[in-house]
C-alpha cells in the first residue's frame, strides 16, 4: 500500500503497521470522540489505509479494528461503494453486543442510502449471533 497518498506522518503510519491493539483503540477512540473537529478526508484516508493494512484479519488487532471501524461511519453524509466495502466486512466482525449501537448508527443513513443500509443490515444479520433481543 502507497503511504504517501495517505497524508499520515510516518510516526503514525509506524504505529499503525505494529498492529497493537491499545494503540488501535486510542486511535479509534479519537477518531469517534472529535468528530466534528477533524477534516472528513483525513479519517477517509486513515480509514483506506487501515482497512487495507487489516483486511486479511490475520490476528486479534485486525479484527478488533475491522470490527470497530464502524465507529467511523457517523463521518460520513452517505454510503458510499468504498464504505460500504469497509462497513460489510465490519458488519460480520463486530466485538460483543456492538450489533445494537450499528443498527443505531446506519438508522440515519435508510433515507439517503437504502439499498447500501439494507445490504449492510443484512449482511450483520447473517454473520451476528449476537443480534440483541428486544422485548
Known amino acids: ?7 499520515c506522518s510516518p510516526l503514525l503510519i509506524s504505529v499503525l503497521k505494529k498492529k497493537n491493539a491499545l494503540d488501535y483503540e486510542n486511535i ?14 483525513k479519517v477517509r484516508d486513515l480509514w483506506r489505509y487501515m482497512y487495507h493494512l487489516n483486511k486479511e484479519l490475520d490476528n486479534d488487532v485486525s ?3 475491522i470490527g470497530e471501524s464502524y465507529r467511523w461511519l457517523s463521518y460520513f453524509d452517505d ?5 460500504k466495502e469497509w462497513m460489510l466486512l465490519s458488519v460480520k ?12 448508527k446506519l438508522n440515519v443513513y435508510t433515507k439517503n ?14 454473520s451476528e449471533l449476537k443480534i440483541p433481543m428486544f422485548y
Open 93 to 104: 466482525n463486530l466485538q460483543p453486543h456492538a450489533a445494537s449501537q450499528v443498527i443505531e
Open 63 to 65: 479484527k478488533y479494528f
Open 28 to 41: 479509534i477512540q479519537f477518531f469517534y470522540r472529535n468528530d466534528k473537529h477533524i477534516p472528513i478526508e
Open 113 to 126: 442510502n437504502p439499498i447500501q443500509v439494507g445490504e449492510l443490515l443484512l449482511a450483520l444479520v447473517s
Open 1 to 7: 500500500m502507497n503511504t504517501t497518498a495517505m497524508n
Open 79 to 83: 454510503i458510499d461503494v468504498e464504505i
